[in-house]
């Protein structure tokens, strides 16, 4: 037994640009119309468990603790909540680790976790990951 190394590893653009935002605002006014037609709540992206009543009330996922995306943002300003997660990007903590990507100057290979027993990492960096793949528009913004 022993603690372990949590976390997250993702490639994304060094700037996500003008057409990416564009097709991730696209992407969420699309999961807005999806819920808002099969009245069913959102899919946990971490997950995928429906959210609650409980979560939707709170800012967690009731099964896997994830922060959940702002979701009367997306209904109600999808560009704003897109502008918020591109502001995110990437994130500036210190647990988080970044090196430009070898062979392709556009791109950063971002770092963020820690050594845990068991529980997720408690560092910004390793949340604004989380939050960022937990978006709805992660590939829209380039991020993998
Ligand atoms: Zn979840």
């Given at each position: 037994m022993g603690a372990d190394m949590i976390g997250y590893i993702v490639v994304g653009p060094k700037l996500i640009g003008p057409w990416q935002q564009k097709e991730a605002v696209r992407k969420i006014k699309l999961l807005v119309k999806e819920w808002n037609a099969s009245g069913k709540p959102p899919v946990c992206q971490t997950c995928f468990v429906e959210y609650s009543e409980a979560s939707l009330d709170g800012c967690q996922c009731d099964e896997c603790g994830t922060e959940m995306p702002d979701l009367e943002l997306m209904k109600t300003d999808p560009e704003r909540y897109v502008r918020e997660m591109v502001e995110r990007w990437p994130p500036d903590f210190r647990d988080v680790a970044?090196?430009?990507m070898p062979g392709n100057r556009d791109k950063?290979?971002?770092?963020?976790?820690?050594?845990?027993?068991?529980?997720?990492?408690?560092?910004a960096g390793y949340a604004a990951l989380r939050l960022l793949l937990n978006s709805g528009c992660a590939e829209e913004l380039g991020l993998e």
């Open positions: 970044t090196r430009d950063v290979i971002v770092f963020a976790g820690d050594m845990t027993w068991g529980d997720s990492p408690e560092g």
